[in-house]
């Protein structure tokens, strides 16, 4: 019998050391390995900041268009009567695009994706995005929701393939531009999908009673009211033109040939066709025009490297972004 101990390595110096732990029991160490994977850096916060009042333009369009999905597909379409969507029984109303129930559920998303476009260095933008992943499995409220992962996942999809292709299709911005916002966006969404899915798996489970999520479950119990975190208004309490913005956006159709924008893929496959169909024109003057916004498409673009570093951008208590690189 061999009694030979076994003789373990330690990682090598120049890798970086993981605790799982870490992982599955602290949000911020969750979202600091993240972004530290995903090299999501200065450069990134930088490209949104640049892209705010372009996503900001937008928001109302794919608001609608999201909705026009959600509701185009019995199975989502259910959830808004059934608040589950594993139940299949049946359903005495169905819910319309212009009911006063979607109404205002388009003004949350609205606001949504108001927060999505801010400052991603606050700790609390991610745990919102944490709370709208927990909000969707059933916890933290009295009536409580629940709605497969299956559903959620493509729902992001497609609101990232929406915005990717606003910011694509915009006929002034600069191709590296472009590219940097797609980029950071694409990161950010990314998370956002991580912290929607942790919550219908079991990976980390061991850890369960650690979780912090058991302390923001408590806070989301204690005050339940949608668009807060800890007690705090965190949605809807700025930009309120942009968030009450009139039902002029109503969408084309998604029709089958139509790109998510309502554009029909054709013509989407063909870039630089002029001003007419721009998301933005008239933006300087007037504003965007939702209408205008649907009917948008860009074709995909290769991405050359454009961020070389994955610092950890979240601000420190005293409110400065920390942008320390941690790669060499
Ligand atoms: C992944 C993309 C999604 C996002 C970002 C999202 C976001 C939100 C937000 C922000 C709220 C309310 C927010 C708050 O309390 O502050 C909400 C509520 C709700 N969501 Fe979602 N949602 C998504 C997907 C879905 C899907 C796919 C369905 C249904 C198939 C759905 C059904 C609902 C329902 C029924 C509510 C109402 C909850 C209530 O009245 O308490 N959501 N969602």
């Given at each position: 019998?061999?009694?030979?101990?076994?003789?373990?390595?330690?990682?090598?110096?120049?890798?970086?050391?993981?605790?799982?732990?870490?992982?599955?029991?602290?949000l911020p160490?969750?979202i600091q390995?993240l972004h530290?994977?995903l090299?999501f850096g200065t450069d990134d916060v930088q490209a949104l900041i640049s892209g705010q009042k372009y996503i900001k333009a937008?928001i109302?369009?794919?608001?609608?268009?999201?909705?026009?999905?959600?509701?185009?597909?019995?199975?989502?379409?259910?959830?808004?009567?059934?608040?589950?969507?594993?139940?299949?029984?049946?359903?005495?109303?169905?819910?319309?695009?212009?009911?006063?129930?979607?109404?205002?559920?388009?003004?949350?998303?609205r606001w949504y994706l108001t927060k999505l476009n801010s400052d991603c260095t606050r700790m609390d933008y991610w745990e919102y995005l944490d709370k709208v992943?927990?909000?969707?499995?059933?916890?933290?409220?009295?009536?409580?929701?629940?709605?497969?992962?299956?559903?959620?996942?493509?729902?992001?999809?497609?609101?990232?393939?929406?915005l990717?292709?606003?910011?694509?299709?915009?006929?002034?911005?600069?191709?590296?531009?472009?590219?940097a916002i797609?980029k950071a966006l694409g990161k950010v969404i990314?998370i956002q999908?991580?912290l929607?899915?942790?919550?219908?798996?079991?990976?980390?489970?061991?850890?369960?009673?650690?979780?912090?999520?058991?302390?923001?479950?408590?806070?989301?119990?204690?005050?339940?009211?949608?668009g807060y975190l800890h007690?705090k208004k965190i949605l809807g309490d700025h930009d309120g033109?942009s968030i009450?913005?009139?039902?002029?956006?109503?969408?084309?159709?998604?029709?089958?040939?139509?790109?998510?924008?309502?554009?029909?893929?054709?013509?989407?496959?063909?870039?630089?066709?002029?001003?007419?169909?721009?998301?933005?024109?008239?933006?300087?003057?007037?504003?965007?025009?939702?209408?205008?916004?649907?009917?948008?498409?860009?074709?995909?673009?290769?991405?050359?490297?454009?961020?070389?570093?994955?610092p950890d951008v979240l601000q420190h208590a005293e409110g400065k972004p920390r942008a320390?690189?941690?790669?060499?």
């Amino acid at each position: 019998m061999d009694t030979a101990a076994t003789m373990y390595a330690d990682p090598p110096r120049t890798m970086e050391r993981v605790s799982r732990r870490d992982i599955f029991t602290s949000l911020p160490a969750r979202i600091q390995w993240l972004h530290s994977f995903l090299e999501f850096g200065t450069d990134d916060v930088q490209a949104l900041i640049s892209g705010q009042k372009y996503i900001k333009a937008v928001i109302p369009a794919i608001v609608n268009i999201v909705y026009k999905k959600l509701l185009k597909y019995d199975i989502t379409a259910r959830v808004f009567t059934t608040r589950d969507s594993r139940d299949e029984g049946p359903v005495e109303s169905w819910p319309t695009e212009d009911s006063a129930q979607i109404e205002h559920r388009k003004m949350f998303l609205r606001w949504y994706l108001t927060k999505l476009n801010s400052d991603c260095t606050r700790m609390d933008y991610w745990e919102y995005l944490d709370k709208v992943g927990l909000m969707h499995i059933g916890k933290g409220r009295q009536n409580p929701l629940h709605v497969d992962y299956v559903f959620l996942g493509a729902c992001l999809g497609f609101i990232q393939d929406s915005l990717f292709e606003a910011i694509l299709s915009h006929p002034r911005l600069e191709l590296h531009r472009k590219i940097a916002i797609v980029k950071a966006l694409g990161k950010v969404i990314w998370i956002q999908n991580d912290l929607v899915e942790k919550w219908h798996n079991t990976d980390g489970a061991e850890y369960a009673q650690e979780e912090e999520a058991d302390t923001l479950l408590g806070e989301i119990a204690e005050d339940e009211r949608e668009g807060y975190l800890h007690g705090k208004k965190i949605l809807g309490d700025h930009d309120g033109s942009s968030i009450f913005t009139s039902r002029t956006g109503s969408s084309k159709s998604s029709d089958s040939g139509k790109t998510s924008l309502g554009r029909p893929i054709e013509e989407a496959t063909h870039l630089g066709d002029g001003m007419s169909r721009c998301p933005f024109s008239g933006m300087a003057r007037s504003g965007p025009n939702p209408a205008d916004l649907e009917r948008q498409r860009a074709t995909s673009t290769r991405s050359p490297r454009v961020n070389g570093t994955a610092p950890d951008v979240l601000q420190h208590a005293e409110g400065k972004p920390r942008a320390e690189s941690v790669r060499s």
